[in-house]
């Protein structure tokens, strides 16, 4: 079985730019989480899809980031236009419940942001 | 609100030597308690959790944790400890019934020496 993949590995940009992290959960998960690690800081929370549907989107910074899951299957977050501060990596998550609290991790998405 | 202190950053020790990896949190209701492990190019995998029941909880690889009410701790332990431990370590809360809903701590970078 597939694990939790997201493309691309690493991204370079320049502030003002746009960038587009792709993340395609396990099969079957209907469950697709985002979170974020700013360099030296602790993981943090985006937001949380259950199929096609935001559940939770309380920990998306602004309005600059848009997270889609077309489909309920993979999983899009564009940064438009990207900041300094956007620096960071971006992990994606699935599982298939969402009350055990165990989540499947992809290897996440370094962005870096010039 | 929920936090997670890693009071640890860097934590090197001895192949064979035990490890203790400490985790505190904070929360006025009742939470649930992960641990979970980086190694080198991989996604985060849960090692061990706590939703109720013992506070000695078992996990992978030998690893346990201990849950600790009244000091509001939940550390990670491991008697003898091998060069394939090296990881980071992440211990984080959740609660309710939203368990995808994870507070991290900053982590905690083990290294294990030959």
């Known amino acids: 079985e597939a694990g939790v993949t997201q493309f691309p590995s690493h991204s370079v940009i320049e502030k003002g730019q746009t960038v587009t992290l792709r993340c395609d959960p396990i099969?079957?998960?209907?469950?697709l989480y985002w979170y974020r690690r700013v360099m030296g800081k602790e993981i943090k929370f985006l937001l949380h899809?259950?199929?096609?549907?935001?559940?939770?989107e309380s920990g998306m910074p602004n309005n600059r980031f848009l997270a889609e899951r077309t489909g309920g299957t993979y999983s899009t977050l564009k940064v438009q236009p990207a900041e300094l501060e956007d620096s960071g990596v971006y992990f994606c998550?699935?599982?298939?419940?969402?009350?055990?609290?165990?989540?499947?991790f992809g290897e996440g998405s370094r962005l870096t942001v010039l | 609100a929920q936090s997670v202190t890693q009071l640890d950053s860097q934590v090197p020790v001895f192949e064979e030597a035990p490890v203790e990896l400490r985790c505190n949190y904070s929360?006025?209701?009742?939470?649930?308690l992960f641990w979970y492990v980086q190694y080198p190019n991989q996604g985060l995998q849960l090692l061990l959790k706590?939703?109720?029941?013992?506070?000695l909880v078992k996990g992978i690889n030998g690893f346990e944790a201990e849950f600790n009410k009244s000091q509001t701790s939940f550390h990670l332990r491991k008697p003898s400890v091998h060069i394939s431990d090296t990881a980071e370590y992440f211990c984080?809360?959740?609660?309710?019934?939203?368990?995808?809903?994870?507070?991290f701590g900053r982590g905690t970078q083990l290294t294990v020496w030959p």
């Open positions: 998550a699935s599982s298939r419940d969402s009350n055990t609290g165990e989540l499947f």
């Open positions: 099969s079957g998960h209907d469950n």
């Open positions: 899809f259950v199929k096609e549907s935001k559940q939770d």
């Open positions: 929360s006025s209701v009742s939470v649930y």
């Open positions: 706590y939703l109720s029941g013992s506070t």
């Open positions: 984080a809360v959740g609660r309710g019934s939203t368990l995808g809903r994870l507070y």
